[in-house]
């Protein structure tokens, strides 16, 4: 019998020992010390600290301890402090400590979640929540849910199935016969539908010339009377939270059009579809219970940790058939679920572990609480700034996103600018309405009444620097 390796012999000492792992944790647990307080934004040092990553590929292994450490001495302070409350950035939410630590668990676990029998654990969670899922938007008993990186993915599940679904209701089928003859299909949006659904569009092969574009109106909303009549060759893509605005499409309206038209109606609803979860903001969704499929993210409003993506498509049939796979020595259980019959993935990591942690250890009142803690957080922002001299809300803060402005374009570039220096707070900017704006996404549990307070005079102190 061949001997070991002295490299195995190393692997099999540190896991034995397990001081890499007590190292590991007491970086990370020195991080979450320094996080809430910490500048937002790494400092020039930090940034320029991070060539010491750059060499050429090692020759050979190198001690465990000395990649840890080189992580945690050069790698934390280059990180954005997303775990704290004061990073309203791109819609990226924090992480519920519950999370946090499941997914530090799962780590170990290392779990492939493609099949049952790969992973009987994953299978399990995957379809208790997926129930759960079913019973907080409403949706038939039928819903199927596909856990994959984000909204971007889930979008792209969403319309991959629909297309599968239309197209073979007009005798066409899409797996054998592909798309150069394939009948045509429309796809039907708002103008101002996220970019990640336009990207969709385009993979799918449906082509970004074709896309009926339907008007909106001034707080980025599909305007219901603009939309085209629809048909059953149709794809109708709603949102629920515009990317800017926070705004939501007249949903009940547009997916009761759909279902009469035979259509297909998709709902983007990264960060805005869990508004079901409050009582007072449940109202928001109001239809979306009659969509085809609905897209949203965990890592966003949920605040599980990156990534969690999340699709919920009635059509389970047309889900599994538009992300086909086969395989001689795959072993699907006809009893148990298998994940990937629903992902463009075979193999996966097991986020729902992280998932399902955050569900729950929230449950429903606590998932409620924390939508209803961040509109109340924007809600603060935008009546306190709107207070300050200079700066102007220009959207309804309807959800959690603020858009604020100041009197001309360049003003507010040159605001944005010193709030981002001033690494107090993050925010970004976008264009909306044809004006420059600062966005301002509040989408972190730990963003507390002082973080906004601290926020509203980091803009006052950039102001006064961009108009010295």
């Not at 001495?73 to 990180?79: I, Q, V």
């Not at 007249?250 to 409050?278: M, N, Q, T, Y």
């Not at 374009?409 to 600018?417: E, W």
Request: glycine residues 8%; aromatic residues 8%; proline residues 3%.
């Amino acid at each position: 019998m061949n001997a070991n390796t002295p490299l195995q012999e190393d692997m099999f000492r540190e896991l034995a020992a397990k001081t890499l792992f007590e190292q590991a944790q007491a970086h990370g647990f020195a991080y979450l010390d320094a996080v809430f307080e910490r500048n937002v934004f790494p400092t020039e040092t930090a940034l320029q600290d991070l060539r010491y990553f750059e060499e050429p590929l090692p020759a050979g292994p190198c001690s465990a301890t000395d990649v840890i450490e080189l992580m945690h001495r050069y790698g934390s302070p280059a990180t954005i402090a997303q775990l704290g409350g004061r990073y309203f950035g791109f819609v990226n939410g924090s992480a519920i400590p519950a999370g946090l630590a499941a997914r530090q668990l799962a780590g170990f676990w290392d779990q492939n979640a493609g099949m049952y029998i790969m992973s009987p654990i994953a299978s399990q969670l995957e379809t208790v929540v997926e129930a759960w899922l079913r019973e907080l938007f409403g949706l038939p008993a039928g819903t199927v849910a596909s856990y994959v990186s984000g909204t971007s993915m889930a979008n792209f599940c969403g319309l991959a199935a629909a297309r599968y679904r239309l197209l073979q209701s007009l005798g066409w089928d899409i797996n054998e016969k592909g798309l150069s003859q394939a009948p045509r299909l429309r796809i039907v949006a708002g103008a101002q539908a996220h970019t990640a659904v336009i990207r969709a569009v385009s993979l799918l092969g449906f082509g970004k010339e074709n896309i009926e574009w339907v008007e909106a109106d001034a707080e980025g909303r599909m305007i219901a009377s603009q939309v085209p009549e629809l048909d059953d060759r149709t794809i109708l893509i709603l949102q629920a939270g515009n990317v800017n605005s926070g705004a939501f499409d007249p949903l009940e309206e547009l997916c009761e059009k759909g279902r009469r038209a035979k259509a297909w109606v998709h709902i983007d609803g990264a960060f805005g579809l869990w508004a079901a979860a409050s009582e007072t903001l449940r109202v928001l969704t109001k239809g979306s219970e009659k969509a085809t499929s609905l897209a949203a993210d965990g890592h966003k409003t949920l605040n599980t940790p990156y990534d969690c993506g999340i699709l919920l498509c009635q059509d389970r049939e047309a889900l599994a058939s538009a992300l086909h796979l086969s395989g001689s020595y795959l072993m699907i259980d006809e009893k148990k679920r298998d994940g990937m019959l629903y992902t463009p993935e075979m193999s996966r990591r097991a986020r729902i572990i992280e998932l399902w942690a955050t569900m729950k250890y929230l449950g429903r009142s606590g998932m409620g609480m924390l939508v209803d803690t961040l509109h109340e957080r924007a809600v603060q922002f935008a009546e306190a700034i709107q207070g300050v001299a200079g700066f102007r809300v220009v959207n309804d803060v309807v959800f959690n996103q603020v858009l604020v402005c100041c009197e001309t374009d360049a003003l507010t570039v040159r605001t944005l600018t010193g709030i981002q220096e001033l690494r107090e707070c993050w925010v970004g900017g976008s264009m909306f309405l044809g004006r420059k704006v600062i966005r301002v996404s509040v989408s972190s549990w730990a963003t507390t009444a002082e973080d906004i307070v601290r926020t509203v005079r980091a803009f006052e102190e950039a102001y006064r620097m961009a108009t010295a």
